[in-house]
């Protein structure tokens, strides 16, 4: 029994030579030149055998003949047809990255974007996955500002694709949640929103920025378009408050949370705008309960809550004012404490047609 710990280290270590062994064949790097064309090199694993082998390795140097003579329309077909026929080769995913190359190059984003995303949904261990996160976030930025693909053969500009923008910085998200890409997607689809006038949903992405990358450089500018944004919805002191009490906590954390922050002069203009906004609907309110329906008790409610929604404003002052009014009346029409009988309120006159 004393011996198994070591042949089990023996049997780990012949295991670890062996994988680490045929992982280097399998690590096969796929090499161009134009003496030699493609060729296998670091590995001996390329996924074909015989005669389906040569043909793929025939494919692949014609697809990049016709690349390098400039005859991209056909490189692309070949790709393609390459990656369709030899799913498992090492030929498939370069088929994809360099198809998606071509296709970028002929402004051709959507489909340079899917062939993107295979490569990095079937070949996920592929060395060039940051290079590809990049390549599709720079995709994505194109279409969100506005850059047209082109249509009837590459003769007329297309149109503005900043929904598919979206979609793309979405996929992003998926593929690289911890890369640098990630918070900066989510601002792109916030701002993507945003012009396209879904305000609900760029709150959205902008709530997941603060919430997932709380850390980003990125932050302080999430909490303050969170801000503007909520701010954007307000209609006026007439109407519900909800989202100018969202933008006035957006804007304190703002603050609070990023005090040197350059923006804190915009925060603060931000701010005072949507206390006086609260305060005085608050005012709307209590004037209506006052002046009438006579509901004392109502109209003090409301005018101590305009006070504290913003103790140091000119609005403040007036609801002040205004309590001292609704006192004076109130007392008018108060229950004596000597017995006597209250004043009555006077009685509307009344008049008579015959």
């Not at 890409?181 to 902008?206: C, F, K």
């Not at 701010?231 to 519900?240: I, K, T, W």
Request: hydrophobic fraction near 40%; include cysteine; glycine fraction near 6%.
């Amino acid at each position: 029994m004393r011996f198994l710990p070591v042949r089990a280290a023996a049997l780990c270590s012949i295991f670890l030579a062996l994988f680490t062994f045929l992982t280097g064949i399998a690590r096969a790097d796929l090499v161009w030149t134009k003496e030699t064309g493609w060729r296998v090199e670091g590995g001996a694993l390329s996924g074909l055998a015989g005669a389906e082998g040569r043909n793929a390795l025939e494919q692949m140097n014609k697809a990049r003949t016709d690349e390098e003579s400039g005859s991209s329309r056909s490189a692309i077909s070949t790709y393609a047809s390459i990656a369709k026929r030899y799913p498992n080769s090492i030929y498939a995913p370069e088929a994809l990255y360099r198809s998606a190359r071509l296709r970028l190059s002929r402004k051709d984003f959507t489909k340079a974007f899917d062939d993107y995303q295979q490569v990095l949904s079937r070949y996920p261990n592929t060395p060039r996955f940051n290079e590809i996160v990049g390549e599709q976030y720079r995709i994505a930025s194109a279409l969100l500002d506005g850059a047209r693909g082109r249509m009837l053969w590459g003769l007329l500009p297309g149109f503005t694709q900043r929904d598919k923008a979206i979609e793309f910085f979405e996929t992003i998200l998926v593929n690289a949640p911890y890369s640098d890409y990630a918070p900066l997607s989510l601002m792109n689809i916030a701002r993507g929103h945003q012009r396209l006038g879904n305000t609900e949903n760029a709150i959205d992405a902008l709530d997941r920025m603060i919430n997932n990358y709380s850390s980003s450089l990125l932050a302080p500018d999430a909490y303050l378009k969170l801000a503007q944004t909520h701010s954007s919805l307000v209609d006026g002191p007439f109407y519900d408050q909800g989202a100018t009490k969202e933008s006035i906590t957006y804007f304190t954390d703002f603050m609070l949370l990023f005090p040197s922050d350059p923006n804190v002069a915009a925060a603060e203009k931000g701010l005072d705008h949507m206390k006086t906004m609260l305060a005085e609907s608050k005012m709307k309110i209590a004037d209506f309960y006052f002046y009438k329906r006579s509901n004392f008790k109502a109209a003090r409610v409301f005018y101590n809550e305009a006070i504290t929604a913003y103790p140091e404003s000119a609005i403040a002052t007036r609801a002040k004012a205004r309590l001292a009014e609704v006192e004076a009346k109130a007392a008018k029409f108060a229950p004596p404490t000597d017995g006597a009988q209250p004043q009555e309120q006077p009685k509307k006159k009344r008049f008579f047609f015959f």
